[in-house]
């Protein structure tokens, strides 16, 4: 009951986001945040140097404080909400009872900026980090300092405890988290993070994850038992400023300007919130889970609705020590001197249209009026946007195109992507509010599933942008059917088998391979030695091919999937050299001779020490050739009886390999020859011809001495001729001496 009476009056009496007044005084950026045990209290800080308590009960500030000179930059309440506890810039801490407002105590250790304080669930202890780069331990009992924790070498944002084991963690922008043993003050472990400098821990209530998140806006969980990392996600495009778990879900803070419910452990959006105008610097849940409470340097405390992810109201500090607060319908608002604040619009000027009430609270005059914030957001999933007008408004536009009013006055509407929106309400008298309102588009990764300009199928990229039938990648307008959230199937088909495979030349040949893939094979293209291509149509997970190919070689397979991805594999079939006849004659090729083919084509072989010929003219098995033939006379006379020379021809359809005579082997190698064969005696002597496809041919020769009278012929002419040689020389020389005689007779 106690929940509902503080919900039923923060609903009457805090401030919704999208005001219709603009303050005249400057409201201080607020740096933290606390709300007590008892959730009745909630404690602010303030580089105004200022820390309020407010009242949750009624919205009212109860303390406007000021201990110190420098600005606060961190709260915390003690866990009985005794106590108040700001830490400061230039590194105090000041301990005040939360009661009175009265200081207690300052502790003074730290050089540097108090950057987050936690306090022990037995309120016995409080840990402090700092831009000093130190973690320090303090009794709050006895207000006393017990020991200081180093090892970072930068500054120290976040701090969270698990007393049950006597651990404390410590994030730092020396991109470290650091595990601390709270009883010794001895560091345990060091995890150094790869997503830069940390600014967050936080850890889930079984203290099996834990969380850290970094400047750049990086979330990154970890297995709290083995320490390795679980998930990392970019959730924020700024400082991750705070973290919390609860229920299932994790609460971001950031300077982006944005709170965020994210779904634990996947990282997935659950919520969206947007509605301050500067960085949100604290976030702090309710005791009971159901309300969100955050600070922001825009000034103002706001209170949210978590089911529904939409202000309850707004607190607003000033300087002064003023503030006002209202509820989410517009009507009320209390301020000090809330006269010099409050105004309305009526038409597209400001006009003070309140009274003063004895209470302080002022009763507006019922005037066109939109509720929404300053800045809305759209995704890929959510591509709609809506805000509320009041019962009196007839008609909105937005952008001066009329859109449809809900029977609560909610309006729900298309943008057509990013931008500024001009959004007016309009009563019967014309009078309107006017707002304008920025559309933020969640960035939101997707993959190419089709290719499109420089980017290829599965690559993955960021839609910055989207209109009705294009997304915005890169500043680049692309067509969005070219684009989805799930990865593409990118993985091509397996080819397995044989890269080299064995076959006989002559025979049917066949390539085997298999293919598969993760989802469906649909073509298979085979490309042979002489570029045909092959196609063979496929419908199924898991392939077994056995195709009847032409020849042997190199073929190329390529394989498709459903998705068109494709891969590619190549084969070579081999065979062992073969005999082959030439079956019709062919340049330098005869009839029935034995070659050797080594390769086959899908017309020709190919001929060792030839090359490539038609398989016509070749034959598996030999031809059938002719006997040589051996021609001459068979009865011969030899010229002289010193010369015994047996004469024939040899010749053969093909080639004559050798002749033997009188069983002495003659090598020939051609296909016709004159044989001319020296013989040793006269008498028969047998020819055997021998051609190159193992045919063969005899025939008897018989070689007779000369006949008788070429005998005697020859005997005188053996003694004629020295007789006609002698005979002159002889005359001759009787010559010479009788002119010798004659010369001495005239001497």
């Not at 064995?502 to 469906?520: A, H, P, Q, R, W």
């Not at 079956?583 to 190919?606: A, I």
């Amino acid at each position: 009951m106690r929940r509902i009476a503080i919900l039923a009056t923060l609903l009457f009496s805090l401030v919704a986001y999208g005001t219709e007044y603009v303050p005249d005084s400057k409201a201080f950026s607020a740096t933290s945040l606390a709300v007590s045990p008892d959730g009745e209290r909630l404690v602010s800080g303030y580089i105004d140097n200022t820390i309020k308590v407010w009242s949750l009960l009624d919205g009212r500030l109860t303390h406007n404080l000021t201990f110190n000179s420098a600005w606060v930059t961190s709260v915390a309440v003690s866990s009985d909400g005794k106590l108040g506890i700001a830490g400061y810039d230039d590194g105090i801490i000041i301990v005040w009872d939360l009661l009175t407002g009265k200081k207690i105590k300052s502790l003074s250790s730290h050089t540097s900026a108090v950057n987050d304080l936690i306090v022990t669930e037995d309120g016995k202890t409080l840990y402090s980090c700092s831009s000093d780069a130190t973690v320090k331990i303090w009794s709050l009992s006895s207000l006393s300092f017990i020991r200081t924790l180093r090892g970072h070498s930068g500054s120290v944002h976040s701090i969270i405890d698990w007393p049950e084991q006597n651990r404390l963690y410590s994030a730092s922008k020396d991109g470290t988290l650091r595990i601390w043993d709270t009883s010794s003050g001895q560091q345990v472990k060091v995890i150094r993070a790869d997503i830069g400098p940390l600014t967050a821990v936080s850890m889930d209530k079984d203290r099996s994850v834990l969380l850290i998140g970094s400047e750049a806006g990086h979330l990154r969980s970890y297995d709290v038992k083995t320490w390795s990392p679980l998930k990392t996600s970019r959730v924020h495009n700024a400082e991750l400023t705070k973290i919390l778990v609860d229920n299932g879900l994790i609460y971001t803070a950031s300077s982006d300007r944005t709170i965020k419910s994210l779904s634990f452990p996947s990282f997935t959006l659950v919520h969206m919130i947007t509605g301050h105008n500067w960085d949100v610097t604290e976030i702090v849940l309710s005791n009971d889970g159901h309300v969100l409470y955050s600070s922001s340097t825009d000034g103002t405390l706001k209170i949210w609705d978590i089911e529904k992810a939409s202000p309850i109201g707004t607190l607003i500090g000033f300087g002064d020590g003023e503030y006002f607060s209202y509820n989410s319908n517009g009507n009320w608002v209390s301020s000090v001197l809330a006269t010099e604040r409050v105004t309305t619009v009526e038409g597209a000027k400001p006009v003070e249209v309140a009274r003063e009430l004895s209470s302080l609270l002022l009763q507006l005059d019922k005037l066109p009026k939109i509720y929404t914030p300053a800045l809305l957001s759209i995704s890929i999933e959510k591509d709609t946007v809506d805000f509320s007008v009041s019962t009196p408004v007839k008609k909105v536009t937005v952008n001066e195109e009329e859109v449809e009013i809900g029977e609560d006055g909610e309006v729900v509407f298309s943008p057509d992507g990013a931008g500024d929106y001009m959004i007016r309400a309009y009563d019967d008298s014309g009078s309107y509010d006017e707002r304008t309102v920025t559309i933020l588009f969640e960035e939101t990764v997707m993959y190419v599933v089709e290719e499109i300009g420089t980017y290829k199928r599965g690559d993955r990229v960021i839609i910055d942008d989207f209109r009705e039938v294009a997304f915005l990648v890169n500043g680049e307008w692309l067509d969005r059917d070219c684009f989805s959230r799930v990865a593409p199937d990118v993985e091509p088909p397996l080819i397995t088998g044989d890269k080299v495979q064995k076959v006989s030349i002559g025979d049917t040949k066949y390539l085997k391979l298999s293919v598969s893939d993760n989802s469906t094979v649909t073509l298979i293209e085979i490309i042979g030695p002489d570029l045909a291509v092959t196609p063979l149509e496929v419908n199924s997970v898991l392939a077994e091919i056995e195709t009847e190919v032409q020849g042997t070689g190199e073929y190329t397979v390529n394989a498709y999937d459903q998705d068109g991805n494709k891969a590619t594999l190549t084969f070579s079939l081999e065979a062992e050299a073969r005999s082959f006849w030439v079956s019709r004659e062919h340049e330098s090729l005869g009839f029935g001779q034995e070659v050797k083919v080594t390769e086959e084509g899908e017309d020709c072989y190919f001929v060792y020490g030839y090359g490539w010929l038609e398989k016509e003219y070749l034959s598996r098995r030999p031809v059938s050739t002719g006997d040589p033939v051996i021609s001459g006379e068979p009865v011969q006379h030899a010229v002289s009886g010193n010369e015994r020379i047996l004469s024939f021809t040899v010749s053969d359809d093909v080639n004559v390999k050798e002749v033997v005579v009188s069983g002495k082997t003659y090598p020939v190698n051609e296909r016709e020859k004159e044989m001319h064969i020296m013989v040793s005696e006269y008498g028969e002597h047998l020819v055997i011809v021998n051609d190159v496809e193992g045919n063969s041919a005899r025939a008897l020769f018989t070689l007779s001495a000369p006949p008788e009278n070429e005998r005697d012929g020859g005997k005188i002419w053996y003694w004629l001729i020295p007789i006609v040689i002698i005979i002159p020389l002889v005359l001759l020389l009787t010559a010479k001496s009788s002119k010798k005689k004659t010369r001495k007779i005239r001497l």
